[in-house]
């Protein structure tokens, strides 16, 4: 597996010291969700990984960028969340 949105957004969580319940209450997403999108079993919308980043950028006080989070998705998968 290399580097995926998955993996991005768990590493920058786990970097931040975010638990994923308190992630996703502050992104607007439920934990299930965000457990899916970290999983790799959901690809999120871009405005999904904006919410997180943002969220990860308010909680941790250090800034996320969506970019940094973000990898595009291949046609024919769809994008959830």
Do not use: F
Request: hydrophobic share 40%; glycine share 8%.
């Amino acid at each position: 597996m290399g580097d995926t949105t998955a993996e991005r957004v768990r590493r920058a969580r786990e970097q931040r010291l975010i638990g994923q319940s308190e992630l996703a209450r502050a992104a607007g997403i439920t934990q299930s969700a965000l457990w899916h999108i970290e999983k790799g079993d959901r690809n999120p919308r871009p405005s999904t990984v904006r919410r997180l980043a943002e969220a990860m950028s308010q909680l941790s006080g250090k800034p996320v960028d969506a970019t940094e989070l973000w990898i595009a998705v291949p046609e024919g998968r769809a994008a959830a969340g």
